[in-house]
């Protein structure tokens, strides 16, 4: 059946995105003008699936062309700081899996993209240019490459090789730990077909929802709560996929530490998963209970016509793909819900309970630093300086003389510590610091010895450092090569090497250092060079991106320098 499926996904692929996708740079009288459609088309197909885009955005995220590289399509999303890169493949006849040579060529690729070497890149790439340094730059960002065509079979020995070197290269932290900052994902013709198979809007979703302890609100508007069994809800994702969010206005758009958080539940603590997860908010057209259970309240099952989930959309989403991925612990696994019916209701009812359920900010580590008793203090003591220390997480913050954020308050003291691995960490994924408030990292750096003024003075020096380095990849003649790389990708390493030199952590007790009395241009510079030479004596081959966040490589920088 496998000529069917392809001939289905072509068919539903071009009418999804070959209107909007690019052919600027087709021949109309190209044989092979049809197969390159189709490919850009199943590009596209998988940052929609991945990046869970738009249909609009997945298609303007398509690169495919003359000097590509081996990626197709690219993609990032500030709201969940993650970047999608995919190669992709179209098999006519549907059967095999990609060469082993296109799968070396993507996985170079991806090292040139995130090395920033956008030279061996066509101008479809380089017009991304702003975009991938953004990605680049971004606290935590999280990578998805994605390899994806209409082949049978599942990867080869020698393919999934090639793919596993990439991901234990950018994950290796280099203190013997692994972070899933890389992931890799494998859409073959079975995984695009059943998606495509279950829709992408298409027609509206009827469940049948058992709970069990349930109970009911009757006034001013019907709904059922109660507690759902982890099994059923992977059930609906399974058979409904994204259609299922709908009217959710973020869908599953969000941080990746929600994703991680819930996953790391379901894993490890299985059995608290209700106490720990806010759940599922479903609205529908109109809910009616089954005569199962009669009146009593231990179990009833309710089938609800029209439904969407308006609220929950990423655990319903990470528990459908840990169902896929074979995951041991549903059973063990239970979560609140609530079903709202909106039949009776006023026309706007569903929506406001859209809007009203997504307004609501998901709570993350660091927003619970700004109870942490030292940051209070430092607060205050910044406050008696005019300095308006920001600790409570906001979108609208904007640093200036008067005005400093937590986020760069942690990046700063990181910098200007003795040890190099918290600036690492600093550079690889911020939000590590925030994990624990009771230990090392952020013990380390936020403790009774550190004083509001001695956090001013570091956080007003490293802004310094980031003015110059930013006017030394302004004043470069190109954006690429070696100085180029370690400017972007080693500039928490520079700032700890220039905080090192200048002995500022011994100011931490008498934090009488002023940041205006020292040439931080000279001493940027001079350190940029030594910087330089040690990568080229030592560490010539390596990609930069990965270098800087790799603990014990620049715990050896920083000894040798």
Same mark, same amino acid.
């Given at each position: 059946?496998?000529?069917?499926?392809?001939?289905?996904? =072509?068919?539903?692929?071009?009418?999804?995105?070959?209107?909007?996708?690019?052919?600027?740079?087709?021949?109309?009288?190209?044989?092979?003008?049809?197969?390159?459609?189709?490919?850009?088309?199943?590009?596209?197909?998988?940052?929609?699936?991945?990046?869970?885009?738009?249909?609009?955005?997945?298609?303007?995220?398509?690169?495919?062309?003359?000097? $590509?590289?081996?990626?197709?399509?690219?993609?990032? %999303?500030?709201?969940?700081?993650?970047? /999608?890169?995919?190669?992709?493949?179209?098999?006519? $006849?549907? %059967?095999?899996?990609?060469?082993?040579? $296109?799968?070396?060529?993507?996985?170079?690729?991806?090292?040139?993209?995130?090395?920033?070497?956008?030279?061996?890149?066509?101008?479809? /790439?380089?017009?991304?240019?702003?975009?991938?340094?953004? @990605?680049?730059?971004?606290?935590?960002?999280?990578?998805?490459?994605?390899?994806?065509?209409?082949?049978?079979?599942?990867?080869?020995?020698?393919?999934?090789?090639?793919?596993?070197?990439?991901?234990?290269?950018?994950?290796?932290?280099?203190?013997?730990?692994?972070?899933?900052?890389?992931?890799?994902?494998?859409?073959?013709?079975?995984?695009?077909?059943?998606?495509?198979?279950?829709?992408?809007?298409?027609?509206?979703?009827?469940?049948?929802? =058992?709970?069990?302890?349930?109970?009911?609100?009757?006034?001013?508007?019907?709904?059922?709560?109660?507690?759902?069994?982890?099994?059923?809800?992977?059930?609906?994702?399974?058979?409904?996929?994204?259609?299922?969010?709908?009217?959710?206005?973020?869908?599953?758009?969000?941080?990746?530490?929600?994703?991680?958080?819930?996953?790391?539940?379901?894993?490890?603590?299985?059995?608290?998963?209700?106490?720990?997860?806010?759940?599922?908010?479903?609205?529908?057209?109109?809910?009616?209970?089954?005569?199962? =259970?009669?009146?009593?309240?231990?179990?009833?099952?309710?089938?609800?016509?029209?439904?969407?989930?308006?609220? =929950? @959309?990423?655990?319903?989403?990470?528990?459908?793909?840990?169902?896929?991925?074979?995951?041991?612990?549903?059973?063990?696994?239970?979560?609140?819900?609530?079903?709202?019916?909106?039949?009776?209701?006023?026309?706007? *009812?569903?929506?406001?309970?859209?809007?009203?359920?997504?307004?609501?900010?998901?709570?993350?580590?660091?927003?619970? /630093?700004?109870?942490?008793?030292?940051?209070?203090?430092?607060?205050?003591?910044?406050?008696?300086?005019?300095?308006?220390?920001?600790?409570?997480?906001?979108?609208?913050?904007?640093?200036?003389?008067?005005?400093?954020?937590?986020?760069?308050?942690? /990046?700063?003291?990181?910098?200007?510590?003795?040890?190099?691995?918290?600036?690492?960490?600093?550079?690889?994924?911020?939000?590590?610091?925030?994990?624990?408030?009771?230990?090392?990292?952020?013990?380390?750096? *936020?403790?009774?010895?550190?004083?509001?003024?001695?956090?001013?003075?570091?956080?007003?020096?490293?802004?310094?450092?980031?003015?110059?380095?930013?006017?030394?990849?302004? %004043?470069?003649?190109?954006?690429?090569?070696?100085?180029?790389?370690?400017?972007?990708?080693?500039?928490?390493?520079?700032?700890?090497?220039?905080?090192?030199?200048?002995?500022?952590?011994?100011? @931490?007790?008498?934090?009488?250092?002023?940041?205006?009395?020292?040439?931080?241009?000279?001493?940027?510079?001079?350190?940029?060079?030594?910087?330089?030479?040690?990568?080229?004596?030592?560490?010539?081959?390596?990609?930069?991106?990965?270098?800087?966040?790799?603990?014990?490589?620049?715990?050896?920088?920083?000894?040798?320098?």
């Amino acid at each position: 059946m496998s000529i069917i499926h392809v001939n289905q996904i =072509g068919s539903k692929i071009k009418a999804l995105f070959s209107e909007k996708i690019d052919k600027s740079d087709l021949n109309p009288l190209d044989k092979e003008i049809e197969f390159k459609v189709l490919t850009r088309c199943l590009a596209a197909y998988a940052v929609y699936c991945i990046g869970e885009t738009l249909i609009d955005e997945a298609a303007l995220a398509v690169v495919d062309g003359a000097d $590509d590289n081996g990626i197709d399509a690219i993609h990032y %999303s500030p709201s969940n700081k993650r970047m /999608v890169i995919v190669q992709s493949k179209w098999k006519k $006849d549907g %059967s095999g899996e990609p060469d082993n040579g $296109d799968l070396r060529k993507f996985k170079d690729g991806v090292l040139d993209l995130i090395n920033l070497d956008l030279d061996k890149f066509n101008g479809k /790439v380089n017009a991304k240019r702003q975009m991938i340094e953004t @990605a680049l730059a971004e606290f935590d960002t999280k990578f998805d490459l994605v390899l994806i065509h209409t082949g049978a079979n599942t990867l080869s020995r020698h393919n999934q090789q090639v793919m596993d070197s990439i991901l234990n290269e950018l994950n290796d932290a280099g203190d013997g730990t692994s972070e899933d900052v890389v992931s890799f994902h494998h859409l073959n013709q079975a995984i695009i077909h059943g998606g495509l198979a279950s829709g992408m809007d298409g027609e509206p979703i009827d469940l049948e929802i =058992g709970l069990s302890q349930w109970g009911k609100i009757e006034e001013p508007h019907l709904g059922f709560f109660g507690i759902v069994a982890g099994e059923e809800v992977a059930n609906w994702w399974g058979k409904k996929g994204k259609r299922l969010f709908a009217k959710n206005i973020r869908q599953m758009l969000g941080a990746t530490e929600v994703n991680d958080e819930v996953k790391r539940t379901i894993e490890e603590q299985p059995e608290n998963f209700w106490y720990y997860n806010n759940g599922v908010t479903i609205v529908a057209e109109s809910i009616k209970k089954s005569m199962v =259970g009669g009146n009593s309240r231990e179990i009833g099952s309710f089938k609800a016509n029209n439904i969407s989930i308006v609220n =929950g @959309a990423q655990t319903v989403s990470v528990i459908g793909r840990y169902a896929q991925e074979g995951g041991a612990n549903l059973t063990k696994l239970r979560l609140p819900i609530r079903l709202i019916s909106l039949e009776g209701a006023p026309e706007d *009812f569903g929506a406001s309970v859209t809007k009203t359920n997504n307004r609501q900010n998901r709570i993350e580590s660091r927003d619970f /630093v700004s109870l942490d008793e030292e940051q209070i203090r430092l607060k205050k003591e910044l406050s008696l300086e005019g300095i308006e220390y920001n600790i409570v997480r906001s979108e609208n913050i904007k640093t200036s003389p008067a005005t400093i954020d937590l986020s760069e308050a942690t /990046v700063a003291l990181a910098c200007a510590s003795t040890q190099v691995g918290l600036a690492v960490q600093a550079k690889r994924e911020i939000g590590r610091f925030y994990d624990n408030l009771k230990k090392s990292p952020y013990k380390t750096i *936020f403790n009774p010895r550190t004083n509001g003024i001695y956090l001013r003075n570091t956080v007003f020096s490293l802004r310094k450092i980031d003015e110059i380095i930013s006017n030394m990849i302004t %004043s470069l003649p190109k954006k690429s090569g070696k100085e180029y790389g370690i400017l972007v990708h080693g500039n928490r390493m520079l700032a700890f090497l220039v905080f090192r030199k200048l002995e500022i952590h011994r100011s @931490a007790d008498k934090f009488d250092f002023n940041a205006d009395d020292i040439d931080w241009n000279a001493n940027t510079q001079s350190t940029l060079q030594k910087l330089m030479n040690e990568i080229e004596e030592s560490y010539k081959d390596k990609f930069l991106a990965t270098l800087f966040k790799n603990a014990s490589i620049c715990k050896s920088i920083s000894e040798k320098m």
